[in-house]
Every structure is written in structure tokens, then in C-alpha cells.
């Protein structure tokens, strides 16, 4: 019985971590902690056959499909591998090795497991033709028009080598650490929230729809796994020599290993060694040499009986914990931090600990004075895992217990914390400072008002200089001097705006006054509106007056519009102090209706029908098309299923796709035909 509650249980969680980690790109967890709820998992369903559910997160390997891509077919399956953080294990994996192929003498690659995502890419005749993501092993995304900007991964392969005329090539999109240290730097300096670690980073990059910003972003790639008929030869290890030779960068710290003793030693110098490597690593990879032996040794459902990944453990240390104090971030959320004793880890000095949430914190149970256990993972901040076993500090009952707060330490309003969440949130948003600088600077960012002549920092100087208290005192800027008394040595009040930043300043206010209604709509933080929603809402409504007045029913007729967001817009629209505030936006001239153009553009022809796109167009590019499709009152979707109205196809629409299409008799539109249809 507890074993059953514990199974659904672990499936929700981990349908939840998912989600972070491949759709939201935020893990909250490390993968080790990951690794080990999803063994734990797999256990227990070992034990208990009568509980098998195809949906369950072990039936699947994750995905990191997106709707902005083409989907593909891998030629082959993208396997995933075993994972083991435990030696006796590797031991076990020689063993099975050995006992596979019945005794035969066997080498072992040993390489090193980088920790980014996933490539596979395809050459004809020396070109490279296509770069697909993993997705969920069967399908991923086409993301070559990206991959062609990495500048490690040739592009042509120098005429007259000795590769086939057709191969595939696997390997690892990373984003090296001096990179991902220069763009959380830029991401901080523009208010944008910071990459965990290198592999969202270098995942959030290669999803970008625009390729100039993979450019600019500095991404490498490291190759592992040659693929395809016709290659060089029998050993992996030697196959990557040549595609070494071809022009790929392939990791010169590959070993050929004998023994499990040489297997070993490799684990135990890169344990180490591989804090002075340029790229981020998470483990090690054990492969049999010889392709023949790998065929014969086989696959699981899952994964290669050939090969294995050992993971390195998250590096741990010890400290003393002084406090903790309780940070309330932009969007109101509280979280705990300690305060340690400094100690030495993973190559810096660490002092402070993230401890996540107040159930995290309770179940820590922490004192003043206690001895913790710090650690390192994949994340770049670290975290109190537990308390140390060596704790001989003072007894429990004399050291103060600390525990969550409830109420907002900045401002003193009483902490909410919503259903299903695991933060407190402060409620208090037009009144606690670091809610109010998280509200303007969402205001000013690029999808809202996108006034990009202001930063996070000057935001926050002004708000401290009594300035702004809110997105509506940007408008009235121009007008303020600033106060005598806040000048050194000067007693005279003097404008804030001369010199040519200031001017700039100015120019950028002034000209978001011309942004459209729906990123006003967007920009005021009406909660659980986004971008999408606002969209939805300024197209239905026309007006902020027929959103504001928008009765509950009417607003939950809405495709697109839930009860959430319906009810947060009434709860927005109710509060006199959001009211002034719209009033004072409006008074400034700025957007509070639909212009006519986009009025005119409008029409419900496409009303009820869910279409998809795929292909590459001639008279408008993707997102046109998106855009066109919403105009007129349909609804673009990702997938085609048996509720596809109809696919609006490009050229070179996807094979997979065109099958599945015709499998379901859907109907597939010309550009020509689909713009008549809309009358453009
Ligand atoms: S070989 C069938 N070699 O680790 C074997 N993978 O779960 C395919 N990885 O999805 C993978 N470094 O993204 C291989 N030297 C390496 C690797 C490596 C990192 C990643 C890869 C794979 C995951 C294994």
C-alpha cells in the first residue's frame, strides 16, 4: 500500500520536474537528484507489474520538441543511456559485458560525458545537410539553420576525404563556460533572469528563433558517435580519429581501457581534472570498441547494452550555518537563503546557499550554529543538502531554531502562498519595492513596451531617488528635476536630462507611446496575462475600456481564456489603484485600442479551425503567417492530429508530417490557395 502511494507519488513529481527542465528550460532540481527519484521509480515498478501505466515517466525519455521547429524523423532512434553514479556498477556493467560476449577479450572507449544537449547531424557528399535536436529519440527538432552558425561544426568537409557518401555524426551542443559566464553577465546588466547552467544556456540558445543570436552566443560542439553505412572501420575509437581528420571536433580525452582498473584510473583523474576543462562535464561514457561486438551485444528498449554513463557526484563540503535570510524576488516570490561560514568548493569560496522554499527549509530543520552539508551540482548556486554527520556543535535545544517567515520581510505584508505552489509569495505589488521594480521592469521589457533606452539599473537608481513609483512616472520624467539635496555640494536643483543619455532616455520613452494596445494590454502585468492571453484579449475586446467592463462569462467565452486569467483580469480591473494607474497610461497617450489598420485586417474566416504550418514560404515568413492566422480568427497549432482543420504547407514540408497528414485524410493547403481563402 505505501509502495503504491509512493509510485504515484514519484510519477507526479517527476512529470513536474519534466516540465521544468525540458519545456521551461528551469530545473529546480539537479539531475542527480533527478536520476534518483526516477530510479526509485523504476524499482518500484519492477516490483509491482500490476500498476503499469504507459504514462508513467519512466515509459518515456524526455522530449525537447518545439513548436517553433520543423519535426523530424531520426534516421536512426536517438537512444539515451543506463546512468549509474556507482562503481560497483561499472564493475557490473564489465561483467555483463564480458559474460555477453562470452568471455572474448573487449576494449573499452572511455570518454568523457559532456553536458549539453544533444545533435544529430547528416552529410551528403561532405555537406552538412541536417542538424535535428534529440526531441524524444523518434523525432526531433530541425534546427539547422542554427547549427550552421556553430563554428566548430564544418559545414563542408574538405574535398576527397575518405568519409561515405552519406553519414550521420552525433554529438554535444555546449555552451563553454567562458561564454555562459559573458551572457549572464549581459542578461543581469539587461534585467533578464540568469541561465542555471550551461546547458539551459546553451539550450535556450539553440531553440532561438533567430540565428544571429546563436551567432553571437559562442556555442561548441564536441562529436562522439559516427553513424552510417560505410564507415571508416570496426573500432569507435579509431572511426573518431577519422572523423577527427574530416574536420569535427572530437574530445582529444578518449582512452582505450584494457582492464576495469584502466577504467578506473580515467574515472578518477577526470573526477578532478575536469574543473580545468573549458566545457562543462557531468560524467563519464563507457563504450565497447568494436562495432561487431556492440551489434552483437544489443539494445535494451531504452538504451545500448554497450555502453554506459557514470555521473559524477555533485561535490559536497561542510560549514556552519549563521543565518538565513529571506530574499522576496521581482515576482513577489520568498526565498530563504543561508548565510554560512565561507568555505571552499567546487574551485570558489561559497557563503551563501539557496534552501529553496519553506518546505525545504522545514524539512531540514535548522538551528543556528548547525554544521551543514553544502553542495555543488549541476546548478550554479549552491545548496544545503543536509546536516553534517560530524555536527558536534552545541546541542539542538540550545541553538535558536530557524524557521519560514510569514510575513513579506521588505514591506510586512502577511505571505500568500497559492494552491499546488511551493513559494510564498508577497500579494502587495503596488506597494513593496522590489514587486513594484519587477513591475516596471516588465513594463519596459522588449515584448511589453520595449523601452530599451532604460535598464534594470537606472530603474532601480531612480526608483531609490524617489523618481518613479511606478510605470506611469516614466511619462512624467521629463518634467522632474532632481532634488537639490540629493546632490553633493550642489545647492541648485538641475535637470536630470542634459547630456545626450539623458536625451536618449527620453526619445525611448516618448516612442513606446506608439506601441501597440495588445503590449499595453501586455506590459500593465494584469496577472497570468501574457503575451499570448493579451493578444487574445485585445483582438476579442478592441479597447481597454471593453476588456476593463468584460463581464466574468463573457470573458471565459474566449478560446484561450481559462478561469485563471478571466478571473485575475476582473480582480485587476476592480482595484481602483490599477484603474488610476490605466487612467494616468492613457492621459499620456499612449495605445488603448486596436488601430484601424489592425481593426480592418480582422476577420473571422478562419473562425473554430485549428491549422498547422509546415514548409518553407514565398510571400510572408512563418510568423506572418501565424499572425495572419490569429487575424482571422483561427487558431495555429503545433501537431497535427484528427483535429486539424487543414495544413498550410510551404515547400519541403517534413516526410513525417506529410504522412501523418495523409494518414488522417487532412486536407493540405497551398500558400496560394490559403491566401485567397483569407482574400489578401
Ligand atoms: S554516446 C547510444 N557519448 O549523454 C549512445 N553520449 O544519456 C549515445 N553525452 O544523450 C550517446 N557525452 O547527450 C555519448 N561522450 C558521450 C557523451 C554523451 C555526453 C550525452 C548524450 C546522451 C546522454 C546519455
Not at 511551493?422 to 521589457?445: K, M, V, W
Amino acid at each position: 500500500m505505501e509502495e503504491t502511494k509512493r509510485i504515484m507519488q514519484l510519477r507526479e513529481e517527476l512529470h513536474q520536474h519534466n516540465h521544468h527542465y525540458y519545456v521551461e528550460n528551469a530545473p529546480v532540481i539537479s539531475d542527480q537528484e533527478f536520476d534518483f527519484l526516477m530510479h526509485e521509480l523504476q524499482d518500484l515498478e519492477a516490483r509491482h507489474p500490476e500498476l503499469a501505466d504507459p504514462n508513467s515517466p519512466t515509459q518515456r525519455v524526455g522530449s525537447d520538441l518545439n513548436n517553433e521547429f520543423e519535426t523530424v524523423a531520426h534516421l536512426r532512434p536517438m537512444l539515451s543511456l543506463g546512468n549509474t553514479y556507482n562503481r560497483q556498477e561499472v564493475a557490473d556493467f564489465w561483467q555483463r559485458v564480458s559474460d555477453g560476449l562470452m568471455g572474448a577479450p573487449f576494449q573499452i572507449c572511455c570518454e568523457l560525458k559532456f553536458d549539453g544537449l544533444s545533435i544529430s547531424l547528416h552529410y551528403e557528399d561532405g555537406m552538412l545537410v541536417r542538424a535535428v535536436t534529440r526531441g524524444d529519440g523518434i523525432q526531433g527538432d530541425d534546427v539547422t539553420a542554427n547549427v550552421r552558425t556553430i563554428r566548430t561544426i564544418p559545414l563542408q568537409l574538405p574535398a576527397g576525404g575518405d568519409y561515405p557518401r552519406d553519414f550521420e555524426i552525433r554529438g554535444e551542443i555546449l555552451m563553454p563556460w567562458s561564454s555562459f559566464e559573458r551572457l549572464n553577465a549581459e542578461r543581469e546588466n539587461s534585467g533578464e533572469p540568469p541561465f542555471a547552467n550551461p546547458r539551459n544556456a546553451a539550450s535556450g540558445t539553440l531553440k532561438s528563433k533567430n540565428s544571429s543570436t546563436v551567432a553571437r552566443r559562442g556555442l561548441d560542439a564536441y562529436l562522439y558517435y559516427l553513424l552510417g553505412e560505410g564507415i571508416p572501420g570496426d573500432g569507435h575509437y579509431q572511426n573518431l580519429e577519422a572523423a577527427a581528420r574530416w574536420g569535427f571536433r572530437v574530445s582529444k580525452d578518449m582512452r582505450l581501457a584494457n582492464t576495469l582498473e584502466e577504467v578506473f584510473d580515467f574515472i578518477d583523474y577526470w573526477d578532478k581534472e575536469r574543473r580545468n576543462l573549458p566545457v562543462a562535464t557531468d560524467g563519464v561514457v563507457l563504450k565497447v570498441n568494436s562495432l561487431a561486438q556492440q551489434k552483437s551485444l544489443g539494445l535494451t528498449a531504452k538504451s545500448p547494452r554497450w555502453a554506459i554513463a557514470y555521473k559524477f557526484q555533485a561535490e559536497q563540503t561542510e560549514t556552519t550555518l549563521r543565518q538565513v535570510v529571506f530574499q522576496v524576488g521581482r515576482t513577489g516570490t520568498v526565498t530563504p537563503v543561508a548565510n554560512m561560514e565561507p568555505v571552499q568548493l567546487a574551485g570558489t569560496q561559497v557563503r551563501r546557499a539557496t534552501l529553496h522554499n519553506a518546505d525545504v527549509m522545514a524539512a531540514l530543520d535548522l538551528h543556528v550554529g548547525d554544521r551543514v552539508l553544502v553542495e555543488k551540482g549541476g546548478e550554479i548556486i549552491p545548496k544545503i543538502v543536509g546536516k553534517a554527520e560530524s555536527d558536534n556543535s552545541e546541542p539542538t535545544a540550545q541553538k535558536p531554531r530557524i524557521d519560514f517567515v510569514d510575513h513579506c520581510p521588505v514591506c510586512g505584508s502577511k505571505l500568500v502562498r497559492y494552491e499546488g505552489e511551493a513559494a510564498h509569495y508577497c500579494p502587495n505589488d503596488t506597494g513593496c519595492p522590489p514587486l513594484i521594480l519587477g513591475r516596471i521592469e516588465h513594463f519596459i521589457s522588449r515584448k511589453a513596451m520595449n523601452i530599451n533606452s532604460l535598464g534594470a539599473e537606472t530603474v532601480d537608481e531612480y526608483f531609490r531617488r524617489g523618481l518613479i513609483r511606478d510605470a506611469a512616472d516614466l511619462y512624467e520624467l521629463k518634467d522632474k528635476q532632481l532634488p537639490a539635496d540629493s546632490l553633493e555640494g550642489e545647492k541648485k536643483a538641475v535637470s536630470l536630462w542634459e547630456g545626450q543619455e539623458g536625451a536618449k532616455i527620453l526619445a525611448g520613452i516618448e516612442e513606446s507611446k506608439q506601441v501597440p494596445f495588445e503590449r499595453v494590454l501586455y506590459a500593465i502585468g494584469i496577472r497570468f496575462v501574457g503575451e499570448i492571453a493579451a493578444k487574445t484579449l485585445a483582438r476579442y475586446y478592441g479597447s481597454m475600456d471593453n476588456v476593463a467592463s468584460a463581464s466574468l462569462d463573457s470573458l471565459l467565452q474566449i478560446n484561450g481564456i481559462g478561469e485563471v486569467i478571466a478571473g485575475s483580469v476582473i480582480q485587476y480591473f476592480a482595484n481602483p489603484a490599477n484603474q488610476a494607474f490605466v487612467e494616468r497610461l492613457r492621459a499620456h497617450g499612449l495605445q488603448m485600442e486596436l488601430c484601424e489598420q489592425q481593426k480592418q485586417a480582422q476577420s473571422d474566416k478562419l473562425e473554430g479551425q485549428s491549422i498547422v504550418i509546415s514548409g518553407v514560404f514565398q510571400h510572408h515568413s512563418r510568423d506572418e503567417y501565424k499572425a495572419l492566422i490569429e487575424q482571422h480568427g483561427g487558431k495555429n497549432v503545433s501537431s497535427i492530429s484528427s483535429k486539424t482543420s487543414f495544413i498550410l504547407a510551404g515547400e519541403n514540408m517534413g516526410s513525417a508530417k506529410l504522412e501523418k497528414a495523409k494518414k488522417l485524410g487532412i486536407r493540405i493547403m497551398s500558400e496560394d490557395e490559403f491566401l485567397s481563402l483569407i482574400g489578401e
